[in-house]
């Protein structure tokens, strides 16, 4: 089994202060993979100031490798500051920026051209969980993505239902669970080799006192991180939860 994949999404939050400190604040990460992303505007100081101790990743990149796109940030340009991975299709991303399933998916083959790991984001409404529409919603999001991924140097899916997002609200272990092997169930029925090569991680509320929960399920096999990601302690206590679970597995 993969390590399990953590990451602190700062969304537009924090400062340059904060980038510098955050990965000598975690101190040292070895029995899960551990990766942070913060504003791009941040993304080489906090690579020089990481030293390689955390990995980084970008909260969005460009459709396009290059060209006159104002105020757009290439996927290569990302790697070359110290990018890694590459959060595509983020909710806020596809309801305040009104980005389509086809807008990510030109974002997550962008991201593997320029050897960045994409995480695609997939999630449901309220309004579309309460007309049963949940799995077909998150089957229609990743229906253009799965040769993407194949691609990828390593990759992962969010499973983020849109409606708990900075809501406070976690869905049930039972929802997420369901979601995470339906999810599953579509890769090995694309193609099996990417059951060992793409983590599919839950985003939504997560915090230090629900993740514990949530790592009862081997189908959670991540988590994205975004309010208590601001706190170091805050994250490195659901970085602990992670890694103690994980040595208790091995056992």
């Known amino acids: 089994m993969n390590k399990r994949l953590i990451i602190a999404n700062w969304k537009m939050h924090g400062d340059l202060a904060m980038a510098g400190g955050f990965a000598a604040a975690l101190g040292q990460v070895n029995t899960v993979e551990v ?41 290569g340009m990302a790697y070359e500051v110290g990018a890694r991975w590459a959060l595509v299709g983020h909710s806020e991303r596809r309801v305040v920026h009104s980005e389509s399933d086809q807008d990510v998916a030109a974002k997550c083959e962008a991201a593997v051209e320029a050897g960045l790991s994409p995480i695609v984001c997939v999630g449901e409404t309220q309004q579309q969980r309460d007309a049963g529409l949940a799995v077909e919603t998150i089957s229609d999001q990743l229906a253009s993505i799965w040769r993407l991924l194949l691609q990828a140097p390593a990759a992962g899916i969010a499973y983020e239902p849109v409606w708990a997002i900075g809501s406070g609200q976690v869905a049930s272990l039972e929802d997420v669970a369901v979601m995470h092997r339906s999810i599953r169930e579509q890769m090995r029925a694309y193609d099996a080799r990417m059951l060992e090569k793409v983590r599919v991680i839950y985003g939504g509320s997560v915090k230090p006192n629900n993740v514990g929960e949530l790592f009862t399920d081997d189908a959670v096999e991540g988590v994205l991180v975004g309010g208590a990601s601001l706190d170091p302690e805050s994250f490195r206590a659901i970085i602990d939860v992670a890694a103690e679970q994980a040595a208790a597995e091995k056992e």
């Open 35 to 75: 990766v942070v992303m913060p504003p791009m505007a941040y993304l080489q100081g906090m690579a020089e100031a990481a030293a390689g101790q955390v990995a980084l990743g970008c909260q969005d990149i460009s459709p396009f490798a290059e060209g006159a796109y104002t105020g757009d940030v290439s996927a």
